[in-house]
């Protein structure tokens, strides 16, 4: 608030502000919007579903689709509803397939502490346990070992591209955008689903 003032951004005057809301859409239509896609280390152009690999664009589907709390409970936050809406206009994402196709185990909210959400998802065609996490980039990346490239290819998340993805993080950021990451592992058969990380 003292920013806005500082840079005198409070009207008083409401057309004033649909004048100014002219040059950010958030203003007059009060939404948020991924602006910006990594897959691994690349960037995604619009509309990229055709150049992602099946079952990397799966795993974004799921990891959208059932961790989004728009879609588990009926409400959610801004940039969950920003982010489920980018997934299904740009990814392709079909929500009642998701629905359809795979069980919720377990689905742990978010919390400004650990600033992460998680959910456990059995597919109902073989039992497989998949756990999924979403959450502020600086808090999932240090729970990977691997990430994707947009062929599908697992790369080892050395030194040198987590200090990379981390140099992203950060000047994402320092531009005011909010940076979200996904992660994914699969679940053996017995682990407690509830205590993965």
């Not at 050395?158 to 979200?180: T, V």
Request: aromatic share 6%.
């Amino acid at each position: 608030m003292k920013r806005m003032i500082g840079d005198q951004a409070i009207v008083l005057i409401l057309p004033e502000c649909e004048t100014m809301g002219s040059a950010t859409s958030t203003l007059t239509v009060n939404q948020m919007a991924v602006t910006k896609f990594l897959l691994g280390l690349e960037y995604m152009e619009p509309h990229s579903s055709n150049v992602i690999a099946p079952q990397v664009l799966e795993l974004l589907h799921l990891g959208v689709g059932f961790n989004t709390m728009s879609m588990l409970f009926r409400h959610g936050s801004p940039t969950d509803k920003a982010i489920l809406s980018w997934a299904i206009e740009e990814l392709d994402m079909d929500m009642e397939k998701l629905k359809q196709g795979w069980i919720v185990l377990h689905a742990k909210t978010f919390n400004s502490e650990n600033k992460r959400s998680g959910v456990s998802i059995r597919r109902k065609s073989d039992n497989t346990i998949h756990v999924h996490w979403k959450g502020d980039a600086e808090m999932i990346l240090p729970m990977c070992l691997e990430y994707y490239n947009n062929n599908g290819c697992k790369k080892l998340l050395d030194s040198d591209s987590r200090k990379q993805l981390e140099n992203i993080i950060e000047g994402m950021a320092a531009s005011g955008l909010r940076c979200i990451a996904f992660g994914h592992k699969n679940v053996l058969e017995g682990m407690d689903c509830k205590k993965i990380n």
